[in-house]
C-alpha cells in the first residue's frame, strides 16, 4: 500500500520586516520621485522579488499611496509634539528645525517626501490629490489652532487672524522644503526660518539703555 505524502503547507511566514521595507520603499520613491521609479527598483531596495512585493503591499501606486499617509501620520504626530506645551516661538522653531532635520537627512538634500513626490503626481491621481489636500489643510490647521491659542493667552497681539499667519507659517515650511531639495544651505534656511518666526511672532522685545539703566 502506497502511503500518500502529507499536503504541503500553503504560505509562508513573512520573511520581511514590513517597518524596512516600507521605508527603504520610501526612500527609492523619495529620491527619485514616483514616475521614474521603478519595480525592479522598489524590489531591489526592499530585497523583495515582485510576487512578494504585490503580496505585501499591492501595485506600485498602492504602495506609494500607503507611503503617503504614512508620511501624513508622521508629520501630524512630530508637529503635535512639537507646538504642544512651550511658547509659540520656541513650537515654530521646534517644527522648522524638526522639518529641515528630515529635508536634510539623505545622502543628498531630499526636501518633503509629500511636497516633492505628491505635487506633480496629484496632477493624474484623483486619490493623491485628495491627499495631499488633507495633507496641507492638516499643517494648516495645526499651525491655525496653536496660534489661536497664543492670541487667547496673550502671547499674540488681540487682533491677530489666526488663519492668516497659519498660512504664513505653513507657506515657510514649504519653502523649507523646495529650497532644501534644491540645494540651498542649512545655514540660510534656518536664518529664514527664524526671519519667519519673527513675523509672526513679532520681534523680540529689547531692553533699552534707559532701561538697562534703572534695572541695574
Known amino acids: 500500500m502506497v502511503q500518500k505524502s502529507s499536503p504541503a503547507k500553503r504560505g509562508r511566514p513573512r520573511a ?9 520603499a520610501m526612500r527609492v520613491f523619495w ?12 524590489s531591489a531596495a526592499t530585497r523583495m522579488n515582485r510576487p512578494s512585493l504585490y503580496a505585501a503591499f499591492g501595485d ?8 503617503i499617509e504614512r508620511y501624513r501620520a508622521m508629520a501630524r504626530a512630530a ?16 517644527v522648522y528645525d524638526g522639518a529641515l532635520s ?14 516633492g513626490t505628491a505635487v506633480t503626481e496629484a496632477a493624474s491621481d484623483r486619490t493623491v490629490r485628495a491627499s495631499l489636500n488633507e495633507g ?12 489661536r491659542q497664543a492670541r487667547d493667552d496673550g502671547e499674540l497681539a488681540r487682533g491677530t487672524d489666526p488663519a492668516a499667519l497659519a498660512k504664513l507659517a505653513s507657506g515657510t515650511l514649504y519653502f523649507l522644503a523646495i529650497r532644501s531639495r534644491a540645494g540651498e544651505p542649512r545655514t540660510v534656511l534656518e536664518r529664514a526660518a527664524d ?8 520681534a523680540p ?3 533699552t539703555s534707559a532701561q538697562a539703566g534703572a534695572s541695574e
Do not use: H, N, V
Open 16 to 24: 520581511y520586516d514590513e517597518e524596512t521595507a516600507l521605508a527603504q
Open 31 to 42: 529620491t527619485g520621485g514616483y514616475a521614474a521609479t521603478s519595480l525592479d527598483e522598489l
Open 60 to 67: 506600485k501606486q498602492a504602495l506609494y499611496r500607503t507611503l
Open 79 to 94: 508637529m503635535a509634539e512639537a507646538l504642544a506645551g512651550r511658547p509659540l516661538r520656541e513650537g515654530l522653531r521646534r
Open 102 to 115: 528630515i529635508y536634510f537627512g539623505g545622502k543628498e538634500p531630499r526636501g518633503c517626501f509629500m511636497i
Open 136 to 147: 496641507l489643510r492638516e499643517i494648516d490647521a495645526a499651525f491655525e489652532a496653536r496660534l
Open 195 to 202: 526671519d519667519a518666526i519673527g513675523l509672526i511672532c513679532g
Open 205 to 207: 522685545r529689547r531692553e
